[in-house]
């Protein structure tokens, strides 16, 4: 009677085993068309996630269950699609409410995924996208740092320094100056050669 019931639950796990994997694959085919949607407002984006989500409970009701790939990282494009919010937006306020309102994730899943992507926090990253757009704009515009830095986000010029000095080492004024009279030669900062004047950051993409 043991055997058979050993058996029995052998088979029962295996079968609860190849179910979750059935599951995890529709989940990757849900967010891939959630994907190929990315560049078109479309309702059945909202569709598609819904029906993710709820797979996603099935699986783990307890939890989040929310893994986007196998080592948590976000897909190739969420990135897209949360790189294109901050960078539309960059001129606002960016709140992590709003980022994980893009995926209907919880705010402590997507912090979790989004560090594992990129490297830094949501507000970090905003802050340097920030910085590196300060930058562009101090090198192909004759705007004012002031001007530059409401362009950017910041509250004020003030702002922008603090931020812009810790990323690059100088004063907005100074940088500005001396790449402006050697252009890229000694940007040991890389906020003009891989990131600004990039059309994407620097990444550690899932998919």
């Given at each position: 009677?043991?055997?058979?019931?050993?058996?029995?639950?052998?088979?029962?796990?295996?079968?609860?085993?190849?179910?979750?994997?059935?599951?995890?694959?529709?989940?990757?085919?849900?967010?891939?068309?959630?994907?190929?949607?990315?560049?078109?407002?479309?309702?059945?984006?909202?569709?598609?996630?819904?029906?993710?989500?709820?797979?996603?409970?099935?699986?783990?009701?307890?939890?989040d269950g929310e893994v986007p790939d196998e080592r948590g990282c976000m897909l190739a494009w969420q990135v897209r699609k949360v790189r294109d919010y901050i960078d539309s937006h960059i001129a606002e306020p960016v709140f992590v409410a709003d980022l994980c309102a893009l995926f209907e994730r919880?705010?402590?899943?997507?912090?979790?995924?989004?560090?594992?992507?990129f490297g830094e926090s949501p507000h970090s990253f905003v802050v340097r996208r920030r910085v590196e757009f300060a930058a562009q704009y101090m090198l192909t515009t004759d705007a004012s740092l002031s001007d530059i830095?409401?362009?950017?986000?910041?509250?004020?010029?003030?702002?922008?320094?603090?931020?812009?000095?810790?990323?690059?080492?100088?004063t907005p004024a100074a940088w500005r100056r001396a790449h402006r009279a050697h252009p890229l030669a000694h940007d040991r900062t890389g906020l003009t050669q891989s990131r600004a004047f990039s059309p994407e950051p620097l990444l550690r993409t899932g998919s």
């Open positions: 009677m043991e055997v058979h019931f050993g058996e029995i639950l052998a088979v029962s796990n295996l079968g609860a085993a190849r179910s979750r994997e059935w599951m995890h694959r529709v989940i990757t085919l849900l967010e891939a068309a959630v994907g190929q949607l990315h560049d078109q407002e479309h309702s059945a984006q909202g569709t598609l996630l819904e029906a993710a989500t709820l797979l996603r409970q099935q699986i783990d009701p307890s939890g919880s705010e402590a899943h997507f912090s979790r995924s989004f560090k594992r992507t830095a409401l362009r950017c986000g910041f509250s004020d010029q003030a702002h922008l320094c603090k931020h812009f000095r810790q990323a690059a080492g100088q």
